[in-house]
């Protein structure tokens, strides 16, 4: 196994080659004139600029609050119905064929029809990210269920315990690392599904401020929201695997 400075000493080392691949792609194929403002030291540069902007923070609390809203939404879908279908055969069977059909069917597609039905504004936001996040949490939930020791269950049945304590004592402690997985499974989701959704005519958000460097044609600092975009949504993983860690 390796040492933990070793692991950080690799990883370090593959940020590295990347930023080399990064300023070696923009010399090749950037030319002199636009595609330099797409290199890592114009990004960079207007990374401490955005950095030093209050309003860029406003946009990243917007962002948060909308991906943590649509996790909870998911979370109240999906762990419910995933003790459901994890517990019942026939209700796995039944249920399986559609939601793989709907698991399927890319978030983003919903976008028009949601707009339509819900409005602009954050509404049709929350929906698509619930929507999308909302698969891994309760197919992984399920399979935790379906994973529990028979023997659990026995010996809650012979202490005669009622089915709420059998849930909140046996079984939701025992698929807490399934439903763990699936939320970090969900958060990567989520995060890739945020900026696109935040196109939607909403007036803050990342995917938002993204689309005004675009209409201001500040290319470098476009280049860094991208770059903070990667950041964050490394920071919630890492914080995800954290949690998991904690747990077992």
């Not at 080392?13 to 030319?31: D, E, P, Q």
Request: glycine content about 10%.
């Amino acid at each position: 196994m390796l040492s933990t400075r070793r692991h950080w000493a690799l990883g370090l080392a593959g940020l590295i080659i990347l930023l080399g691949l990064w300023w070696l792609g923009v010399r090749l194929f950037g030319g002199d004139g636009l595609g330099q403002l797409f290199s890592p030291q114009a990004t960079f540069t207007s990374l401490g600029e955005l950095l030093a902007r209050p309003e860029l923070y406003e946009h990243v609390l917007v962002s948060l609050k909308r991906v943590l809203l649509g996790l909870l939404l998911a979370l109240a879908v999906g762990v419910p119905l995933g003790l459901l279908v994890g517990a019942s055969r026939h209700l796995e069977a039944a249920t399986t064929p559609a939601f793989q059909f709907l698991r399927m069917i890319s978030p983003l597609s919903w976008m028009p029809i949601a707009v339509m039905l819900m409005g602009v504004g954050d509404s049709p936001i929350y929906f698509l990210l619930a929507f999308a996040a909302v698969w891994p949490i309760l197919l992984n939930t399920a399979a935790g269920v379906r994973q529990l020791d028979p023997r659990w269950l026995q010996l809650s049945r012979s202490l005669s315990a009622t089915p709420f304590e059998t849930l909140r004592k046996v079984i939701l402690p025992g698929v807490l690392g399934h439903v763990l997985t699936g939320v970090r499974l969900a958060i990567g989701i989520l995060w890739i599904v945020l900026v696109p959704c935040e196109m939607l005519g909403v007036s803050a958000g990342l995917g938002y401020y993204i689309l005004d460097t675009r209409d201001r044609l500040a290319y470098s600092e476009l280049m860094a929201m991208v770059l903070l975009i990667g950041v964050l949504g490394f920071a919630l993983d890492a914080l995800a695997r954290s949690l998991y860690r904690r747990r077992s």
